[in-house]
């Protein structure tokens, strides 16, 4: 019997996730003398841990890790930006680390290239939180203004100096900003600044906190964010930032010496010229199992691919969570389709309960809807379940 190579296009938390599932349902087929061959393309070289971007925005974190640094063993890693997929002639497309064309052939193929971080435009100011390097350039950035702010003499622009405006309060502008709230009023008492002098803005374009949880649950957040230092600003969307001014779509404006973009995520830009068929807001067009439509033996899943739960016809979100469940239906479903019977259908994790859990600094705010209840806890074991959930996502030793 032919070997086969099954390769995974991006190996971030919906990847990771799918290798892992994909490999543990083959094993049965290996015993029996079936080889297969796992490859991993990524364009990065080690696996981005996405759900900590926000954490070198005020230290030095080590977040993208070693693809030999995880759990999982027995794949080839190869380094290389995938451009497209030829599903006729079942191979791919990729410029690899060194800038050269290549190809390689597969017999499954999983895409889970994610997303990335939605920009206003070119002229929109500020540093929107996309890649570990942004968060390095927003640590520099408040780091220098505070300090400039020390001998500054004139109050008002020694308080623009101390203050930083967060543009987009989903959960990511929610943990940036209390992140950077405790961070610099730690910094400022060290640097003999007033803290109290700290103004860290969260401006969120709803009307509450967050959009899916009932109002007392938003009230509460609100409050715990105000502890960390966090003032939330509602019904305010930030236009753009110009030398120091943020302008918001009231007409008012915010003096910051900076301003951080953190507005949603878009499915990543390069499907667009992959040859998948795509959603007109460019997620992958799947079917119920995550079968890319017209093309055999291609998968989709994560971020990129546009995934609906036929019981309730509601789409997944762009979520760690969501990514990974699909990851580990789809080892189910391959398997499946190899011995041609039925396969598991998707079904949304969300779909009979909501939650999140945010993380507040060292502490948590976990959140969870079921029968119509909603519960929340707080505190440092919602924080500590985070960050086990995070390091268990992202496959840690
Ligand atoms: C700042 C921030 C905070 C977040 N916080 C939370 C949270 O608290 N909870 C939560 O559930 N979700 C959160 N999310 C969303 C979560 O990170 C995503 O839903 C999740 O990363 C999706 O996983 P994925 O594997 O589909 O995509 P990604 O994590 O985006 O991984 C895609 C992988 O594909 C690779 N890749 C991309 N293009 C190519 C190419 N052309 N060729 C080869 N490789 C490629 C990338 O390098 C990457 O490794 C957050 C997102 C951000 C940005």
């Not at 305010?236 to 900076?258: F, H, P, Q, S, W």
């Not at 093309?295 to 016809?313: F, H, K, L, N």
């Not at 969570?321 to 949304?348: C, N, Y």
């Amino acid at each position: 019997m032919k070997d086969l190579t099954c390769i995974i296009i991006g190996g971030g938390y919906a990847g990771l996730a799918a290798l892992k599932a994909i490999k543990k349902k083959f094993r049965g087929m290996e015993k029996k003398g079936r080889r297969i061959r796992f490859v991993l393309i990524d364009k990065q070289p080690g696996h981005l841990r996405k759900l900590r971007l926000f954490r070198p925005t005020t230290a030095e974190e080590e977040i993208m890790i070693p693809w030999k640094q995880l759990l999982l063993e027995g794949f080839e890693f190869v380094q290389g930006t995938v451009t497209s997929v030829n599903s006729r002639g079942k191979r791919i497309r990729y410029t690899n680390a060194i800038g050269n064309e290549a190809r390689i052939c597969y017999d499954l193929l999983v895409v889970a290239v994610g997303s990335t971080v939605r920009r206003l435009n070119a002229e929109q100011g500020g540093i929107a939180l996309i890649e570990p390097q942004a968060a390095e350039d927003i640590r520099e950035h408040w780091r220098t203004n505070l300090r400039k702010a020390v001998d500054e003499r004139d109050p008002e622009e020694r308080k623009r100096l101390m203050t930083i405006t967060v543009a987009g309060a989903g959960i990511s502008g929610i943990e940036t900003s209390a992140e950077l709230a405790l961070a610099m009023r730690k910094e400022a008492a060290t640097l003999r600044l007033n803290s109290a002098d700290i103004s860290v803005y969260l401006l969120n374009a709803q009307e509450r906190l967050p959009p899916e949880g009932a109002e007392k649950v938003g009230r509460k957040l609100d409050q715990k964010l105000s502890q960390c230092g966090v003032t939330v600003l509602h019904n305010r969307k930030a236009m753009r930032e110009e030398t120091g001014i943020v302008m918001l779509n009231n007409g008012d404006y915010l003096a910051a010496g900076l301003c951080i973009w953190t507005i949603g995520l878009m499915p990543n830009p390069v499907l667009q010229g992959m040859g998948l068929p795509l959603t007109t807001e460019g997620q992958v067009l799947v079917d119920e199992c995550y079968r890319v439509q017209g093309m055999p033996d291609v998968y989709s899943i994560g971020d990129c691919a546009r995934i609906i739960d036929p019981r309730t016809d509601k789409a997944d979100q762009m979520t760690c969570l969501e990514a990974g469940m699909q990851g580990i239906r789809l080892g189910k479903i391959v398997m499946a389709d190899l011995e041609d019977r039925p396969a598991p259908i998707h079904k949304s994790v969300k779909s009979n309960m909501d939650y999140f859990n945010i993380g507040l600094g060292q502490n948590g705010f976990f959140w969870i809807r079921k029968w119509g209840l909603d519960m929340t806890m707080t505190g440092k074991v919602p924080g500590k379940i985070k960050n086990l959930v995070e390091d268990y996502a992202s496959m840690l030793r």
